[in-house]
């Protein structure tokens, strides 16, 4: 059972680690996207100058549109500072927003990381997609995710909170019991190994109408 086990858990990181790195190679051409058009910004410019002088309006208000459309197709909702983060945390905040789910996020990765991304980008998805599992499950207006990370002195600090349906929920040991059923803990075991792996810190705190997992990850 203990070898199954693990071959599953190789199967599964392998499949997170191949839908992240898509992620960042959709995030990544989101930025050269934007850098493309900064480098554009002085041809617009001399474009709508153009146009002005001929007090050509129609062709002006034409030409702001395409770029206003242009601009919206490379906007991402949260630019943390590291690319691969952004890909994992803008695929999840969507996922949420189609499923009716409001996402306040607040994110900053202000320096290098001195773990894998791969590591975090796990911890990540692992967090959205348990929190969205619990907002579905209330009446929309209701479904709330709020997430924010950024430094606390050496430690990167990761929080995430959810609103829950019912009251706080019991412990067996060191995780939550959930009413999906068996293997719904995976997911919680391995952000557990993971932030253990990297000499973190996690805790877990259920209150009513409300869940939070907090993790500190040193990067000294």
């Known amino acids: 059972m203990g070898l199954f086990s693990k071959k599953i858990d190789k199967k599964i990181a392998a499949y997170q680690q191949e839908l992240i790195e898509t992620h960042y190679r959709e995030v990544d051409n989101?930025?050269?996207?934007?850098?493309?058009?900064?480098?554009?910004?002085?041809?617009?410019?001399?474009?709508?100058?153009?146009?002005?002088?001929a007090e050509n309006w129609d062709d002006i208000k034409h030409y702001l549109d395409l770029l206003s459309d242009d601009l919206t197709t490379v906007d991402t909702v949260i630019k943390t500072g590291n690319p691969m983060t952004d890909a994992i945390l803008n695929s999840k905040i969507s996922l949420a927003k189609a499923k009716g789910i409001e996402v306040v996020a607040d994110a900053h990765i202000p320096i290098k990381l001195k773990f894998s991304e791969?590591?975090?980008?796990?911890?990540?998805?692992?967090?959205?997609?348990?929190?969205?599992?619990?907002s579905v499950k209330l009446p929309e207006g209701q479904r709330v995710i709020r997430v924010y990370m950024d430094m606390r002195n050496t430690q990167l600090y990761i929080s995430f909170t959810n609103c829950t349906a019912g009251k706080k929920m019991k412990k067996e040991g060191k995780l939550f019991l959930s009413t999906k059923g068996n293997g719904h803990?995976?997911?919680?075991?391995?952000?557990?190994?993971?932030?253990?792996?990297?000499?973190?810190?996690?805790?877990?705190?259920?209150?009513?109408?409300?869940?939070?997992?907090?993790?500190?990850l040193p990067q000294v």
Do not use: P
């Open 30 to 53: 989101m930025y050269r996207q934007i850098r493309g058009w900064r480098h554009d910004y002085h041809n617009h410019i001399q474009t709508m100058k153009a146009y002005a002088a």
């Open 118 to 134: 791969i590591d975090l980008c796990c911890i990540i998805g692992n967090l959205f997609d348990n929190a969205i599992e619990a």
């Open 185 to 216: 803990g995976f997911g919680l075991v391995r952000i557990d190994a993971i932030v253990e792996r990297l000499d973190g810190y996690i805790s877990r705190n259920s209150e009513d109408g409300a869940f939070t997992t907090e993790i500190l």
